[in-house]
Each structure stands twice: as C-alpha cells, then as structure tokens.
C-alpha cells in the first residue's frame, strides 16, 4: 500500500510562487510514474503535470507549461511541483498521485483513472 502526503501548499499573490510537495511511503517511489492534478470548486479534477517513473519524460497541461516544473527524487521518495507565476486561475486544491498500471519508465500518464494512489490534497489560493 503507497501513502501520499502533500505538503506545501498556502495563499499567494498572483505573480507569486509555491513549492507544493509529495511525499511518498510504504513502496519506493521509483515504481511509480507521478502526476499533480487540481480540482476547483465547482470543477473537475484535471491533469496538471506528470513525470514518468525514470524522471526522463514530463508532460505539462498547456495552461502551465513554462510556467510549472515537476521533478522528482526517488531516493528521497518524493515529488515536488515548483510553480512560478501564479494566476488566480491556478487556485485549487492539489492532489498528488501514483500510476503503477504501466511498466515503461518513460511513459507519462494523463488521465485520473491511469493512477493507482491519490494524496489527501493541498490547498493553493492566489490572490489577484
């Protein structure tokens, strides 16, 4: 069984940036291909970025390409997501997740229901 904890999370301007992170326990997290996704009020939960289970492949949502970077270390077992820029359209909250439906190290899921584990989430407010 994996456990995701997220951290990081809080209130910014726009303009602003956050460091949210993942934190992975009970399987090494190198098992897994990683991906945040975000969910509005109102909204559904939607891809934000993913990164394969080598860390060779990442894949963005296009609204935060440029913007976002996901990177992981699987000897720390964790998996962060530095966002720079924020746009009061990024608030949400974020959840973390892991994918173990794939053996490829570079494949990078997208879709909610190619993940195995999900994380309790974090909240991220902008303020405009």
């Known amino acids: 069984q994996v456990e995701l904890v997220e951290s990081g999370g809080g209130l910014v301007q726009a303009g602003g940036s956050l460091r949210v992170s993942c934190a992975c326990s009970?399987?090494?997290?190198?098992?897994?291909?990683m991906g945040w996704f975000r969910q509005a009020p109102t909204k559904e939960r939607e891809f934000v970025a993913a990164?394969?289970?080598?860390?060779?492949?990442?894949s963005y949502t296009d609204s935060v390409k440029d913007r976002f970077t996901i990177s992981r270390d699987n000897a720390e077992n964790t998996v962060s997501l530095q966002m720079n820029n924020l746009k009061p359209e990024d608030a949400a909250v974020y959840y973390c997740a892991a994918s173990s439906q794939y053996f490829s190290t570079t494949y990078v899921p997208q879709r909610t229901n190619e993940y195995n584990y999900w994380g309790q989430g974090t909240q991220v407010t902008v303020s405009s």
């Open positions: 009970g399987r090494t997290l190198g098992r897994y291909a």
């Open positions: 990164i394969s289970r080598s860390g060779g492949s990442v």
